[in-house]
């Protein structure tokens, strides 16, 4: 055989390559918890001023939200987050520079009551902060045909006019990360984190239908809610109309149109609370008035200034002077239908006013519209 077959037949020789040296995530973590530590107090301070601003303009502008939380990001939480490896090699960390790439270091978290409330904060967000990008997880979720809760999430930086003042210059370029949620949404969130599904992949097909099923009741929930303030709205607005136009036998007696028939009737009292409209309403269906038109036909004649100075010797507030005259009216059956009629000072009161009445020579009456029920 020839040399140049031997040669041919002579296995090839292979270089032995250089081992990969594996990535030190402990290390990442370390550091990275060491970093983020010394700056930690900027971020808390941050994610206060962006929650005040944020409470006082929802006041400002009658935003209702059910809360408004603000922390900074926990550093077991952060080290953790460092030490993610890469999505498409887990040999490489998914954030080699931490401290910049991780952006919810400051973060605030809005919980409204409302679906319709989410879009009112959103347009505040907006006005209020220089908003660096925008992450709807609830499109995200849908798209993929997944389940999973439903927020949308803002990176946030103060805008150049409020940088300039002295006290916000130090968050000049300082993130912050704002999600905001109906309260179901939160609701999902917090009990889909304690049973701790991270994938869509993992999870028994059974716990995966009735998860799909909650989400979907939950959904159908939130709308419900803002249905049923939409046309408690819509409601008062009618009853208010229908109460400038006179038509008191179609209002029901709500809260909201005690306040508005009282207006009218007995001029507005700013001084008044709305828990005091709710008892009002209340008394007024225990004494068995159900719409406005018993109401005005029972405290016709009286003259409420009048009727409250013999009472109480001057002039009262707006619900009181309402009382006064329907006990005017009824006389003893307001007494004998009002929920107090078993306690002995509320009985002494109501005489000591029956008997002012009469020295005053007021016509004490008995009316009667012939659906009061007695309620104990």
């Given at each position: 055989?020839?040399?140049?077959?031997?040669?041919?037949?002579?296995?090839?020789?292979?270089?032995?390559?250089?081992?990969?040296?594996?990535?030190?995530?402990?290390?990442?973590?370390?550091?990275?918890?060491?970093?983020?530590?010394?700056?930690?107090?900027?971020?808390?301070?941050?994610?206060?001023?962006?929650?005040?601003?944020?409470?006082?303009?929802?006041?400002?502008?009658?935003?209702?939200?059910?809360?408004?939380?603000?922390?900074?990001?926990?550093?077991?939480?952060?080290?953790?987050?460092?030490?993610?490896?890469?999505?498409?090699?887990?040999?490489?960390?998914?954030?080699?520079?931490?401290?910049?790439?991780?952006?919810?270091?400051?973060?605030?978290?809005?919980?409204?009551?409302?679906?319709?409330?989410?879009?009112?904060?959103?347009?505040?967000?907006?006005?209020?902060?220089?908003?660096?990008?925008?992450?709807?997880?609830?499109?995200?979720?849908?798209?993929?045909?997944?389940?999973?809760?439903?927020?949308?999430?803002?990176?946030?930086?103060?805008?150049?006019?409020?940088?300039?003042?002295?006290?916000?210059?130090?968050?000049?370029?300082?993130?912050?990360?704002?999600?905001?949620?109906?309260?179901?949404?939160?609701?999902?969130?917090?009990?889909?984190?304690?049973?701790?599904?991270?994938?869509?992949?993992?999870?028994?097909?059974?716990?995966?239908?009735?998860?799909?099923?909650?989400?979907?009741?939950?959904?159908?929930?939130?709308?419900?809610?803002?249905?049923?303030?939409?046309?408690?709205?819509?409601?008062?607005?009618?009853?208010?109309?229908?109460?400038?136009?006179?038509?008191?036998?179609?209002?029901?007696?709500?809260?909201?149109?005690?306040?508005?028939?009282?207006?009218?009737?007995?001029?507005?009292?700013?001084?008044?609370?709305?828990?005091?409209?709710?008892?009002?309403?209340?008394?007024?269906?225990?004494?068995?008035?159900?719409?406005?038109?018993?109401?005005?036909?029972?405290?016709?004649?009286?003259?409420?200034?009048?009727?409250?100075?013999?009472?109480?010797?001057?002039?009262?507030?707006?619900?009181?002077?309402?009382?006064?005259?329907?006990?005017?009216?009824?006389?003893?059956?307001?007494?004998?239908?009002?929920?107090?009629?078993?306690?002995?000072?509320?009985?002494?009161s109501m005489q000591e006013r029956f008997n002012r009445l009469k020295e005053a020579g007021i016509t004490i009456g008995s009316y009667n519209h012939g659906s009061a029920?007695?309620?104990?």
């Amino acid at each position: 055989m020839s040399e140049a077959s031997q040669s041919q037949l002579a296995p090839a020789v292979i270089e032995p390559s250089t081992p990969r040296k594996e990535f030190d995530f402990e290390l990442q973590r370390q550091k990275a918890v060491d970093s983020f530590a010394k700056v930690r107090p900027l971020y808390e301070d941050f994610s206060t001023v962006v929650r005040n601003i944020l409470r006082e303009t929802f006041e400002r502008k009658g935003i209702k939200s059910h809360s408004i939380e603000a922390r900074a990001k926990s550093l077991e939480s952060f080290g953790q987050k460092a030490m993610s490896p890469s999505e498409t090699d887990i040999n490489v960390p998914k954030y080699p520079d931490p401290l910049k790439q991780i952006t919810d270091l400051a973060g605030v978290r809005v919980i409204t009551f409302f679906p319709k409330t989410l879009e009112e904060v959103d347009k505040n967000i907006k006005e209020q902060f220089r908003v660096i990008e925008t992450v709807d997880h609830t499109k995200s979720l849908h798209e993929a045909e997944q389940f999973g809760y439903q927020s949308v999430h803002y990176l946030v930086q103060l805008k150049a006019d409020r940088i300039k003042l002295p006290e916000y210059q130090k968050f000049d370029e300082v993130i912050a990360e704002i999600q905001i949620r109906t309260v179901l949404q939160h609701a999902w969130a917090e009990i889909e984190h304690d049973i701790q599904y991270k994938s869509n992949v993992t999870i028994p097909e059974e716990i995966r239908r009735r998860f799909m099923a909650l989400a979907g009741m939950l959904e159908i929930a939130d709308r419900e809610f803002q249905a049923i303030q939409d046309d408690d709205l819509s409601l008062r607005v009618q009853a208010r109309q229908l109460m400038n136009e006179g038509n008191f036998e179609k209002v029901e007696i709500t809260p909201d149109a005690v306040k508005s028939y009282l207006d009218r009737k007995l001029g507005p009292d700013d001084r008044m609370a709305e828990f005091s409209y709710d008892w009002t309403a209340r008394l007024l269906r225990q004494l068995g008035f159900t719409n406005f038109r018993q109401v005005d036909e029972c405290i016709k004649g009286y003259d409420d200034d009048r009727v409250s100075r013999i009472m109480y010797d001057n002039r009262q507030g707006q619900l009181t002077r309402f009382e006064s005259v329907l006990i005017a009216s009824m006389g003893p059956k307001f007494f004998e239908q009002h929920p107090w009629k078993r306690l002995a000072w509320f009985k002494n009161s109501m005489q000591e006013r029956f008997n002012r009445l009469k020295e005053a020579g007021i016509t004490i009456g008995s009316y009667n519209h012939g659906s009061a029920a007695n309620h104990e």
